[in-house]
């Protein structure tokens, strides 16, 4: 095992989140006498090498990237004015890897934190200052990426903190261009210091070893947290899931607390051992059998193993801070004897697009943007336990409908995990195989061969011929929506794909359909 360690890294390189593509500082300063607006703020972002790009480079390097991927994050921070012990002296993090539920798990420790957030700008006794949540990657707007208190940034608050991080890399000298997501994470951490935010809840992007976000500086991390691992993001992690646990381990900080749900022998040996050597004190962390009697604000049963570790990695946050009142021990797992602040933020927490339901006249959608086999399973699940339960209604639904796309994985697969996963039954009435655009004003005449495959594997798995494809989630949509005209209740499970699922929320909020969200005023700027 230790020989397969040292291998690890090497044999699977984490490239450093950003090309080897070179520019002058003048690339930054284009923008500095140019509209200042949200808008424009999003054209630039595109312009920087996209999370897509690079995990493809990465894939297909010879190049060991890794011995500079986390220097050279450190250098862009140092470039902008953020040397790492400004983090320890303002800022307290909790940072989650893993493979499945890491955004779940975010959102829930939040919504925990936030049930103890003081009344007033800073922290009080037995209460938080503000609270800032990074998580990726989006469903239907950037400024999603990055919330204080619970509230996603408006545009303008957006454009603020981009602009004024921008013209610091105008006036430094940078010989090489931040990607997207490296971008996006020095402006969280840039906004949360310019607005006062005493607690960060960051997400990892891949991995965790050489990911963007691995530069906490051990003593300003309170707890860490790895939720279920399964096998993802091959070209980059590795094939195995000793290698991809080896990555997602690299979080750990010695001396800091680290939780980790219940995993496969092979993975948690590899957890286990790196904690060792990190001197680094590893709990896992599992639901008791009274944990189904507290109900979650996410749906999937699978959540409650997501809200164990949440509430652990809350509780190790809260009294390393100091805040003992009312908080449970690290590694409590019953649920239901949690105290009151914790049952309120588990009950109340949303997180848009995981096991999502949302009602549309005669249509209910059920989104969830599972990408995994494991993930797909348990939003089959899900979805299907749902329809049981409608189906035993008064007025069941006449029919139901498959909404799927997936570009970057093995679709076929995952396509065959889902129907595998609901008993290969002739489930769906109808099938819709849609690419990712949104809209098709955007379309730009885009290939639909992958969609295509995508129906026939679908026909082969089901047996049935009333499946289509399109070159828009918006004709899917329309699809949708014609088939439950009159009294006919329709529902309508959308996955395979957090792109799907966003770019289906982005039409479905273009037909005035909206989930339940908090965005920042724009007047409170």
């Known amino acids: 095992m230790a020989a397969f360690l040292r291998k690890g890294p090497a044999s699977r390189p984490w490239a450093s989140l950003h090309s080897a593509t070179r520019c002058s500082s003048r690339v930054f300063s284009r923008a500095i006498s140019k509209e200042r607006s949200f808008e424009k703020a999003v054209e630039l972002l595109e312009t920087l090498q996209s999370n897509k790009q690079v995990v493809k480079t990465v894939s297909t390097s010879r190049h ?52 103890y957030r003081g009344s007033t700008g800073g922290s009080q006794k037995g209460t938080l200052g503000k609270i800032g949540l990074y998580t990726s990657p989006h469903l239907t707007t950037v400024r999603e990426r990055i919330r204080i208190d619970g509230i996603t940034l408006s545009k303008r608050t957006f454009a603020r903190h981009f602009f004024s991080l921008w013209d610091r890399f105008s006036n430094a000298d940078c010989e090489t261009r931040p990607s997207y997501f490296r971008y996006l994470t020095i402006m969280a951490l840039h906004t949360f210091i310019q607005e006062g935010v005493e607690t960060a809840i960051i997400e990892c992007g891949i991995g965790g070893e050489y990911d963007s976000t691995n530069i906490l500086p051990q003593g300003s991390v309170t707890a860490t947290g790895i939720t279920s691992l399964g096998i993802d993001h091959i070209g980059m992690l590795g094939e195995t899931i000793e290698e991809i646990a080896w990555h997602k381990a690299g979080i750990m900080k010695g001396g800091v607390p680290a939780f980790t749900v219940k995993q496969s022998p092979d993975a948690q040996g590899v957890l286990e051992r790196r904690a060792s050597e990190r001197g680094v004190d590893l709990a896992v962390v599992e639901p008791s059998w009274a944990t189904e009697e507290l109900k979650l604000g996410l749906g999937g049963q699978f959540q409650h193993e997501n809200a164990v570790l949440a509430t652990s990695l809350a509780a190790c946050h809260l009294r390393r801070l100091g805040i003992c009142r009312d908080v449970p021990e690290p590694g409590h797992t019953a649920l239901d004897t949690l105290p009151g602040n914790f049952v309120a933020g588990l009950q109340t927490v949303e997180w848009p697009g995981r096991c999502q339901i949302l009602k549309d006249g005669n249509l209910t959608w059920y989104l969830d943007g599972a990408h995994t086999s494991d993930s797909i399973r348990a939003a089959a699940a899900w979805f299907r336990g749902h329809l049981v339960q409608a189906k035993a209604e ?132």
Request: charged share 20%; hydrophobic share 45%; aromatic share 6%.
């Open 394 to 525: 008064p007025n069941p639904p006449s029919a139901t409908m498959l909404i799927f796309n997936q570009e970057d994985r093995d679709g076929v697969a995952l396509l065959r995990d889902l129907m595998d996963a609901l008993y290969k039954a002739a489930i769906f009435t109808y099938a819709a195989f849609p690419t990712n655009m949104p809209f098709m004003a955007s379309t730009n005449n885009a290939s639909i061969k992958a969609q295509e495959r995508l129906a026939s594997a679908y026909q082969s798995l089901d047996g049935n011929s009333l499946h289509m494809s399109y070159a828009t989630i918006e004709e899917a949509v329309q699809l949708a929506r014609r088939v439950s005209g009159g009294d006919e209740q329709v529902l309508v499970l959308v996955t395979g794909s957090l792109y799907l699922v966003g770019g289906v929320l982005q039409v479905l909020q273009s037909l005035h359909v909206h989930p339940r969200n908090k965005v920042e005023s724009e007047a409170s700027d």
């Open 64 to 115: 060991d990237a890794n011995a500079v991927a986390i220097p050279e994050m450190l250098c862009l921070l140092r470039k902008v004015g953020y040397p790492p012990e400004d983090f320890t002296n303002r800022l307290n993090f909790i940072h989650v890897a893993g493979t499945k539920g890491k955004g779940s798990v975010c959102a829930m420790v939040e919504s925990i934190l936030l049930q």
